[in-house]
C-alpha cells in the first residue's frame, strides 16, 4: 500500500460516542464514553473520583477478625498500620 494512500483516511470524532470503553458496571457489560470517563477520574492519582471499595471497608475488618465497634461505619478515609498484630499460637496455617 502507497503511503499517501494512507493520509487520505479520515476519522470522525464529532460526538461523544465516538470512542467508547466496554467494562462492567454492576452486573452488566456497558459501554461506556471516553469523555464521561475524563469526567469522574481524579487524573492527579489515578484513581477514580468514587471509590466504591471504600464502603466495604468495614465488611473487610470483621473478616479479618479486627477489633471494630459494629454500629459506627468507617468514613472511608484511609488509614495506615501502625502496629504488626501479633499471631495467634492456636491459628492453624493448614488449610
Not at 31 to 38: D, H, I, N, T, W
Not at 47 to 61: A, D, G, N, S, V
Amino acid at each position: 500500500q502507497h503511503l499517501g494512500m494512507k493520509s487520505l483516511r479520515r476519522v470522525f470524532a464529532n460526538s461523544e460516542e465516538t470512542a467508547c470503553l466496554l467494562g462492567m458496571r454492576r452486573r452488566a457489560m456497558v459501554f461506556q464514553p471516553v469523555a464521561q470517563l475524563r469526567d469522574e477520574t481524579d487524573f492527579v492519582h489515578r484513581i477514580p473520583k468514587e471509590q466504591w471499595w471504600l464502603k466495604l471497608r468495614p465488611l473487610m475488618k470483621i473478616l479479618a477478625k479486627y477489633k471494630t465497634s459494629y454500629d459506627v461505619s468507617d468514613s472511608g478515609q484511609l488509614e495506615h498500620v501502625s502496629r504488626i498484630r501479633p499471631k495467634d499460637s492456636n491459628t492453624s496455617t493448614a488449610i
